[in-house]
């Protein structure tokens, strides 16, 4: 069985001279604190688009914010939304049932996951087709649809980041160890991250 | 041939680049043929057909050229290769021309491509400085000088001094704290190619139409948002360099934070670790901002949106707020891990151990936190919020305090020490802390408003900046370029030379920016290619300097060069350091250890008799020479 993770502990083989293995001076896996401090960037990435939210719409102080005529299709966003906070949940649902070397729920956790976020990004684009303003129409529209595409953007990385992990599970590649299922904790870490942040980005651009 | 296609390398990375560049111009002109606009522009605004390809050609090379192998493999769920360490290390120079996981190999990849662009950038400003040595316009027209000293910003500012700090770092900093190699080596390879990469961007910018960009290395909206082509080079390649420091400081983290050698607990790191923590901690959280700005920019040029647009509702004001939330950490970015070499280089050379430790270690931790709380003094006059001034006017004086803790416990370090300043090394060190605090305290002065208001682009930031960075930031990286060339090339570079450039450097970098105060006080204003006829005679000065401070860098590449090459050879610590990175071979062993070092106690104890740093694996069966061998339990 693979080891899943992709950071390069040294394989030690028989003909080969390879490094000394290093000394682990903290409990959490290498992998693991790679992944939370790049979330870490990608926050401030998030947070430099929303501190021109706003400034767009506190500091410049529009007449209105939605201006008027354009209104936002919070209904089906909010249903999104649910969509999308569910498939954190299966995602969960996954790893546990790794870690408990249940390889159907694997299976069935991983696919559900995919599926709900495929779902998210195919309402996501439905509403970009269908909400009758463009990003050229005034700060509103290049603001709305920086947050809502960056954040589409990382639903889309996750998505692959899915699809790496479900042709791996299919392959029956992980297994309760931690070192053996780190290709379904890591995306997870990664998809819950993408799933908080767009309950901010509702909250922000849709609801206040 | 055929053989040489499919392996990963040059052949491939030139093939995945024209694929590459093929594909993102197919792109275009396929969404514009279903968008049914014209497939290509008659009248040439936003030029998709050049940008696109020049986002997605970099890509195909990396491809190409093999960054991307073991992860494609990897996503496909084929199995793994096991690490055969093909890529590993380097025997011959071809092997510094490939993709290396090796950290050493970085390291040398990273300061050699780095003092490349550093030649570069200060040829832009010799050719400045050739502008302005009389007044009038002599040598290049307005235009190309707003591209001058945009480049030449840009190019020491991204490609200079931040990457070189990740060099020297990428190359001792795994050693210093006894692991094998970084956490992440194939992500460290990537980070390095993403450079030269920026690089090639940056610099084409002059062979676009218009010229390259010349908003400043600020470009400040909405200058930058109706500049000519070049200012989209500037947008695109920030987004690499910026991506190549992340991946770089998220490396040095995980490898600072999980691979330490067994009893090396945080007070016992060297400072220069420390250092890279903090600057780490710095990248990670303020790097993405100037990716933000840079991508509204892009946005606002490229798909017409409005994020700085006013007459659309946008807001001017917030492009500065967020470039310079990530810019202002940069000044530390670029300033910390210099802080890190020079604690170690003095102590060494003083051989005493660093004054106050801890403090020194926490003053960094300070820095930190605070600078993430001075941005806007970059702003005292761009017409922000008002009540935002004095906040900010008392957080710049307060990030003074730690930078004194930093100063007085160098001294505090010299004091009583036995100085050896045969090492060029030690002189740069010794000279830094001196320029380094006067361009402190001219930052003091800059960060009260009413001095700020009345100096605000003039020379006298020009001045300030040059104090801190090149007196600064440069001295510091000459002096760990000269510490650990040994280190690094098993060879002895030549003190007779070093001190010619050391001399050489230190009158020129004072006779070129001292004026530079007297005529910034006096109005004379920054980023134009003329000035009044008044300031004509410091000028002649301070471009002669400028000429003599760019002559003597000449001597630092030949020495650098042929002592690589013919230098007699180094011995495994010449300098007598404590630190692990010197216990080893110069140069160090392919996996750096046969087995990991034992951390016994504070990486400084010099003068104190028996005292320990590390026992290296095996050590016990061989006598260090001028230490006695017993082993002192740690405190």
Known sequence: MESASIAAHGHVDDHHHGPPEAHQSARIDRTILGILLFILSEVMLFGAFFAAYFFLRVVADPASWPPEGIELPVLIAGINTCVLVSSSFTIHYALEAIKHGNHRGLKLGLTTTWLLGATFLFIQINEYIHIGFTPRDGAFGSIFFSLTGLHGAHVFVGLLLLTFANIRAYRGHFGPEQKDHLGVEVPGIYWHFVDIMWIIVFLAVYII | ?635
Do not use: C
């Open chain 2, 1 to 635: 041939m055929a053989v040489a296609i499919r392996q990963p390398g040059w052949y491939r990375g030139a093939i995945g680049t024209i694929i590459g560049a093929a594909f993102g111009f197919g792109l275009v002109v396929a969404l514009r043929a279903i968008s049914g606009l014209d497939v290509f522009q008659t009248e040439q605004t936003g030029y998709p057909h050049v940008i696109v390809p020049l986002i997605t050609a970099p890509f195909g090379f990396l491809i190409g050229f093999g960054a991307f192998d073991y992860w494609f493999r990897w996503a496909a769920g084929k199995p793994t290769v096991p690490e055969d360490h093909s890529g590993h290390g380097a025997t011959k120079w071809q092997d510094y021309f490939k993709f290396n996981t090796d950290h050493k190999v970085i390291g040398t990849q990273y300061v050699v491509t780095t003092l490349f662009f550093f030649l570069i950038g200060g040829l832009l400003a010799l050719l400045m400085r050739a502008e302005l040595a009389q007044p009038g316009s002599q040598i290049v027209a307005a235009n190309t000088f707003n591209g001058l000293f945009s480049t030449h910003a840009v190019v020491m500012i991204f490609l200079f001094i931040i990457p070189v700090f990740a060099g020297l770092a990428n190359y001792v900093l795994p050693l210093m704290i006894g692991a094998p190699d970084m956490a992440f080596p194939r992500l460290n390879a990537l980070s390095f190619w993403l450079l030269p990469i920026a690089g090639i961007i940056f610099l084409s910018s002059f062979l676009a139409p218009g010229g390259s960009f010349d908003a400043g290395w600020t470009g400040y909206a909405p200058l930058s948002t109706g500049a000519p082509l070049g200012q989209s080079f500037f947008n695109i390649g920030v987004q690499f360099a910026g991506a190549s420091s992340i991946a770089t400081a998220l490396n040095f983290l995980v490898t600072i934070i999980t691979m330490r050698a067994p009893g090396m607990n945080l007070w016992r790191m060297p400072l220069l670790v420390w250092a890279n923590l903090s600057t780490s901690l710095l990248v990670v959280g303020a790097t993405p901002f100037i990716a933000g700005a840079q991508f509204m920019v892009f946005f606002d040029r490229i798909l017409g949106m409005n994020f700085f647009n006013f007459l659309q509702g946008g807001d001017v004001i917030s492009y500065q707020h967020i470039f310079w939330f990530y810019s202002h950490p940069a000044v530390y970015i670029m300033m910390l891990p210099g802080f890190g070499i020079i604690s170690e280089i003095i102590s060494t050379h003083a051989r005493k151990p660093v004054f106050g430790y801890r403090l020194m270690a926490l003053a960094l931790i300070g820095i930190v936190v605070l600078s993430y709380s001075v941005w806007a003094h970059h702003m005292f006059v761009a017409g922000m919020f008002s009540w935002l001034r004095v906040p900010i006017m008392i957080t710049t004086m307060l990030i003074a305090v730690p930078t004194g803790i930093k100063v007085f416990s160098w001294l505090g370090t010299l004091f009583y020490g036995k100085i050896h300043t045969y090492s060029t090394a030690m002189l740069f060190s010794l000279a830094f802390i001196v320029t380094f605090t006067i361009g402190g305290i001219s930052g003091v002065m800059l960060g009260m408003i009413p001095i700020d208001i009345h100096v605000s682009d003039t020379y006298f930031v020009v001045a300030h900046i040059h104090f801190v960075l090149f007196g600064g930031s440069v001295f510091t990286i000459f002096a760990g370029i000269y510490h650990w060339f040994p280190k690094m090339t098993g060879r002895m570079y030549d003190e007779r030379l070093g001190r010619v450039h050391f001399w050489g450097t230190v009158i020129g970098t004072w006779g070129t920016f001292i004026p530079m105060h007297w005529v910034g006080m006096d109005g004379m204003p920054r980023r134009v290619a003329d000035y009044a006829s008044q300031y004509g005679d410091w000028n002649l000065v301070i471009s002669i300097f400028a000429f003599i401070l760019g002559a003597v860098q000449l001597v630092f590449l030949y020495n650098m060069i042929v002592s690589w090459r013919f230098g007699p050879k180094a011995g495994n610590n010449p300098w007598r350091a404590n630190s692990i990175e010197w216990q080893v071979t110069s140069p160090p062993p392919v996996f750096n250890f046969d087995e990991i070092p034992r951390v016994v106690g504070g990486p400084y104890e010099y003068g104190t008799p028996g005292a320990r740093h590390a026992i290296m694996g095996g050590e016990e069966l061989e006598v260090p020479e001028p230490k006695p061998t017993t082993v002192t339990a740690p405190s």
